[in-house]
């Protein structure tokens, strides 16, 4: 009896030893800017779970902008942030390794007045351009290319353009104090919104200069240690986010959920946002190097070193590939 007990004590314990570790589920510490357009779409992944579902745990902690973010992911405090794939390139080229997961290609465009009698940027000649950001603020500098390619001028020289934060070119826009304004997408939705038009789509711009308007210029951006240290998980990521995106393609109660931190103060503006948003989504194909790297040299030529530093080509490992 006690050789028995010991016999299937031992098939048992050998039984459980083959048997494969259940791995801890990974937790992705990610700091995002919740004031912005990305906590909509980080809210939908951990309200209906879609991080779970593909086997990782999202947590998010507010941090008030892009610089905060991007020092906090270089210090490894945080694991993830929101950033344009620009900067991760000037980060590989430094030797740090951090990779770029897709989130959306919405740019936005120029918009004016309704009654305003301009159709074609050479129409704004003299006038006043509010533009959010800098003047090394990627739309602007593709605005600036197109003007001289297509209309044969130099956009920075024959207006007078205003720099500011986007709520302010926003509200300088709608007040009339701008004939023009360059602002960020979901900014953009909200003038329109309001009775503005759009003069110029930056997608529209980006084509007539040989780029690709399909290459998605911000993404969640993943420290690549996180990444080799949990196989798949990059993927994971991009499932969640292309998950919560189909969900709210889908599902209105979706949107009307996540309506109060979306502050639309109209349901014109509401549904502005909505359809922008989606409109935005990134395709589910890898990121087309070539492309990247025509703007990458069209970035470079224009916003010199103030924008991509000493980068002159692009680095290997940027972009996310499921492989990876």
């Known amino acids: 009896m006690t050789f028995l007990k010991s016999f299937v004590g031992a098939v048992v314990v050998a039984l459980f030893s083959s048997l494969p570790v259940c791995a801890e589920t990974p937790v992705v510490r990610a700091a995002l800017q919740l004031s912005g357009t990305v906590s909509w779409e980080a809210d939908t992944i951990r309200h209906y779970g879609l991080d779970k579902a ?31 794939w620009l900067w991760v390139a000037r980060e590989r080229a430094a030797g740090r390794d951090v990779v770029f997961i897709p989130y959306s290609r919405a740019v936005g465009g120029l918009m004016v007045p309704a009654d305003s009698a301009a159709r074609s ?15 090394i603020d990627k739309s602007w500098l593709i605005l600036r290319a197109y003007a001289r390619k297509v209309e044969n001028f130099d956009l920075a020289e024959t207006t007078d353009q205003v720099f500011g934060a986007p709520p302010l070119v ?85 949107w009307e959920r996540i309506r109060p931190i979306m502050r639309a103060e109209t349901d014109a503006e509401f549904e502005a946002l909505k359809a922008a948003f989606l409109a935005g989504a990134p395709g589910e194909g890898a990121v087309d190097e070539e492309a990247a790297a025509r703007m990458l040299k069209l970035m470079t030529e224009l916003g010199g070193a103030d924008l991509v530093g000493d980068l002159k080509d692009l680095p290997g490992g940027v972009f996310h590939h499921p492989e990876n």
Not at 60 to 77: H, R, Y
Not at 121 to 135: F, R, Y
Request: proline share 5%.
């Open 54 to 84: 593909n086997g990782f745990r999202m947590e998010v902690t507010d941090i008030a902008g892009a610089p905060a973010a991007q020092i906090a992911l270089i210090g490894g405090e945080v694991d993830m942030i929101v950033s344009d």
């Open 121 to 135: 940027l050479a129409d704004l000649k003299g006038q006043k351009i509010g533009v959010a950001g800098s003047p």
């Open 170 to 254: 926003y509200k300088a826009a709608l007040d009339g104090e701008v004939q023009g304004a360059l602002n960020f997408w979901n900014f953009g939705a909200r003038m329109q919104a309001a009775g503005m038009r759009t003069l110029l789509p930056i997608d529209k711009a980006a084509e007539a200069l040989g780029l690709d308007p399909q290459t998605p210029l911000v993404g969640y951006v993943v420290r690549g240690n996180v990444l080799k240290a949990h196989p798949g998980l990059g993927e994971a990521i991009a499932a969640a986010s292309r998950q919560a995106k189909q969900r709210l393609a889908a599902d209105p109660a979706a």
